[in-house]
């Protein structure tokens, strides 16, 4: 038996066993990724798709996946590699790439425009040892990392990861307790308090998939919007009214086809909220 530490739940794993996300599982008494180099998705793709709209505009990154997730977000678009019965389908079907290989891989796609390496598709945080190893190595070679995350990890795993993340796009799921822990099975405070670190040190774009009768009031965006504004740097200087925030329309999809498509002139009313905080506010997923 031996305690996870990434995210606010401490799993206690049993030898041989996996904590909540799938994924993490005890070995030899050490709590380890068993997904470790283990890719189900490799693509070269454009940095406004993860979405990041001020970091490096127009060029390539070659993101990769892997499965598992520590969330349970009803409407998840990646499914199938994040929560669901077929995920264990995915782990045997998964290919293996060390971190050598895939660092290998990234600087072949130079001469396409490619620029480094993006962390996503599936939760990477719970297995930030690859990401923490594959990062270190694309930083030798001079080229950008980027994790696209839920943002639901302790700042210890945040802090192994500091030396080798340049941006990150950071899921700011609501701003409510009762639908991060309800709806989403997670922890608002911890999120909050990853965002809040993260932006000390590197380039934070944020995402908030706007879902009719959950998260879409002007007063939970409102509320959302001004709290970015409040988030300061290393120095204690106020810089949040720079950090790009992108609205996102929901599609009924998964375990939530109760209700329609999110109302794409709701999206541009919430955005005009948001603006009276933020100056960077982007609307997408149409």
């Not at 189900?40 to 940095?47: E, G, K, N, Q, V």
């Not at 709209?53 to 349970?72: A, D, E, K, T």
């Not at 701003?175 to 099975?185: A, P």
Request: hydrophobic share 35%; with cysteine.
């Amino acid at each position: 038996m031996a305690v996870c530490e990434v995210c606010y739940r401490h799993c206690a794993i049993p030898e041989g066993g996996s904590g909540f996300c799938g994924v993490r599982t005890c070995r030899d008494g050490r709590v380890v990724p068993a997904n470790y180099g283990r890719v189900t998705a490799l693509a070269l793709d454009p940095i406004e798709k993860k979405p990041l709209h001020r970091f490096y505009p127009g060029s390539m990154i070659l993101s990769v996946g892997s499965y598992g997730c520590n969330l349970r977000c009803p409407f998840c678009q990646n499914y199938e590699i994040s929560w669901s019965e077929e995920v264990a389908d995915r782990a045997e079907d998964a290919a293996y790439m060390t971190p050598e290989m895939l660092a290998d891989t990234a600087e072949m796609y130079r001469k396409k425009g490619n620029i480094g390496l993006a962390f996503t598709y599936n939760e990477p945080l719970i297995a930030y040892e690859f990401v923490r190893d594959t990062a270190r190595l694309t930083t030798e070679r001079g080229m950008k990392n980027v994790l696209v995350s839920n943002g639901m990890a302790e700042l210890s795993v945040l802090e192994e990861l500091r030396p080798y993340i340049h941006a990150m796009n950071i899921d700011l799921k609501g701003f409510t307790d009762r639908y991060y822990g309800e709806v989403l099975q997670g922890s608002r405070k911890m999120v909050m308090d990853f965002i809040r670190e993260a932006v000390r040190f590197c380039h934070v774009e944020l995402t908030t998939l706007i879902i009719p009768g959950e998260n879409d009031t002007p007063e939970e965006i409102r509320e959302l919007s001004s709290w970015i504004s409040d988030l300061t740097d290393a120095h204690g200087n106020r810089i949040g009214q720079n950090i790009p925030l992108h609205l996102s329309r929901f599609f009924p999809r998964f375990h939530m086809t109760d209700r329609d498509a999110t109302d794409v002139g709701l999206i541009y009313r919430l955005k005009l909220v948001a603006e009276k905080n933020l100056n960077y506010v982007y609307t997408g997923n149409w």
